[in-house]
C-alpha cells in the first residue's frame, strides 16, 4: 500500500509529501527521524513486488550511484526493503527542476547555462565511467537543476536505475527489443530511452562510456536549440532507424544564437562512429571550457589551466550540409531549410 505523510518506513524515515510518481513507483519528501535530515524517499510500485528485474533495478541504481562520489550525481544515502511498504531508495532532497521541465518552461536555453550544464554533466560522467560506471539513460528528465549555497546553477545525474556496473557480469550489455513508447524507458524491454540512444546501443552493441557521451550531446542539442536532435516519430522503430541513419540538423542553423565553435563540440559528440566521437567525458567537458570561454566555470583542477587559452579546437572537417551524414552539398534549387540545414559558419564543416 502506498504510505501516508507521517507514516515511518524501515523505522527510520518519515514519509512527507509526494514529490513526483513514474512507472516504477513514487517519490516523496521525507526526514530522518533521528537526526531530523531532509531526504526523498523513492518507494517501489507494488505492481513490480514480484518483479525480479524491477527488484534489480533498484539495487543496481543504489550500487551504482552510491560508487560515485560527484558534486554533480545525486547522493544516495540508503536503501533496503520495508515489510509494509517494500523496497525502498532514500537520496539527498533537492530544490528545483530537472532539465525537461526547464525547457518546456522557458524554451530553448541561454548558451551559458547550456554549457554550464553540460561542462558539469561530463565532469559527473567522467567520476562515474572512472568507477565502472556507465549510466545508459541520459535525459532532460534525469538531470536535475539546483543551485548551489552561493546561488550558482548545479546539475546533478539522476536515475541509476538502468546503469551498467562494468564489475557486475551478470547485467547485459544492452537491449533493444521493440516498446509501446518511444519516449519511455520501458521496464524489461528497453536500455535507455530511444530518442537519446547512441547508434551501439540502438544496436545492441557492447557499450562503454562513449554511448554516454552521445546522449549528453543529444541534450545539450536539446537545451540549446528546444528541439530534440531526433524527435518523437509516431512508432519505436522509426526513432531508432533515425538515429542510425538520419542526417542531424546543423546545430547553429537551428539555434542562430549558438557559437559555432560550441556547436561543433556537440556534434563531434554526436558522431555514429564511436572511434571518432570525442572520446570521453573529461575531453568533452574540456572542449565545451574552450568553445565557450566566457562562461566562468570552476578556477580549480585540471580545467584551470586550460580554459585560459584560446586554442582552436583541433577537428577533422568534411564540407557537408548535415553533422555527421557524409553526402554532397544540397543543390542550388534547394531552399535553406531544416530539412537542409546548412552549418553556421565561415564554411561547412562537420565531424566524420
Known amino acids: 500500500m502506498d504510505p501516508k505523510p507521517g507514516a515511518v518506513v524501515a523505522g527510520k524515515y518519515r514519509i512527507g509529501d509526494l514529490l513526483g510518481s513514474g512507472a516504477m513507483g513514487n517519490v516523496y519528501a521525507g526526514v530522518h527521524v533521528d537526526i531530523g535530515r531532509r531526504v526523498a524517499i523513492k518507494l517501489m510500485n507494488h505492481a513490480f513486488a514480484d518483479a525480479p528485474d524491477v527488484r ?16 554533480y550525481i545525486v547522493q544516495i544515502f540508503d536503501a533496503g526493503h520495508d515489510d ?12 528545483g527542476e530537472d532539465l525537461a521541465a526547464r525547457i518546456a518552461r522557458t524554451g530553448p536555453l ?4 547550456a554549457v554550464t550544464i553540460g561542462y558539469q554533466i561530463a565532469r559527473g560522467l567522467a567520476k562515474a565511467h572512472a568507477a565502472g560506471v556507465i549510466h545508459r539513460d541520459l535525459k532532460p528528465s534525469n538531470l536535475f537543476l539546483t543551485v548551489r549555497d552561493d546561488g550558482a546553477l548545479l546539475a546533478k545525474i539522476l536515475d541509476f ?12 550489455p544492452s537491449a533493444s527489443s521493440a516498446s509501446q513508447s518511444p519516449g ?56 531508432l532507424a533515425s538515429i542510425l541513419r538520419e542526417p542531424i540538423a546543423a546545430l547553429d542553423f537551428v539555434a542562430p544564437q549558438v557559437p559555432h ?26 572542449r565545451l571550457a574552450q568553445a565557450c570561454p566566457e562562461v566562468i566555470f570552476p578556477r580549480t583542477g585540471p580545467l584551470h589551466a586550460f580554459c585560459d587559452h584560446d586554442e ?13 551524414h557524409a553526402s554532397t552539398a544540397p543543390s542550388s ?8 540545414a546548412p552549418v553556421r559558419g565561415p564554411e561547412s564543416r562537420s565531424f566524420r
Do not use: N
Request: overall charge negative; proline content about 7%.
Open 56 to 71: 534489480a533495478r533498484f539495487r543496481r541504481e543504489a550500487r551504482a550511484a552510491s560508487a560515485v562520489e560527484s558534486d
Open 84 to 95: 509494509t511498504y517494500g523496497s525502498y531508495l532514500v537520496s539527498e532532497l533537492l530544490v
Open 110 to 113: 541561454d548558451v551559458s547555462t
Open 161 to 172: 536505475g538502468v546503469a551498467k556496473l562494468l564489475s557486475d557480469p551478470s547485467d547485459p
Open 184 to 239: 519511455l524507458t520501458v521496464t524489461g524491454s528497453v536500455v535507455g530511452t530511444p530518442q537519446y540512444m547512441s547508434p551501439e546501443q540502438v544496436d545492441g552493441m557492447v557499450l562503454d562510456g562513449r554511448t554516454d557521451l552521445w546522449s549528453l550531446a543529444a541534450v545539450v542539442y536539446e537545451a540549446l536549440s528546444g528541439k530534440p536532435a531526433f524527435p518523437s516519430r509516431p512508432s519505436f522503430v522509426e526513432v
Open 261 to 286: 565553435q560550441v556547436a561543433l563540440v556537440v556534434h563531434a559528440g554526436l558522431e555514429r562512429d564511436r572511434s571518432r566521437r570525442i572520446p570521453d567525458a573529461t575531453a568533452f567537458a574540456e
Open 312 to 324: 582552436d579546437i583541433p577537428v577533422s572537417i568534411v564540407e557537408v550540409p548535415f553533422w555527421g
Open 333 to 340: 534549387d534547394h531552399a535553406a531549410t531544416e530539412e537542409h
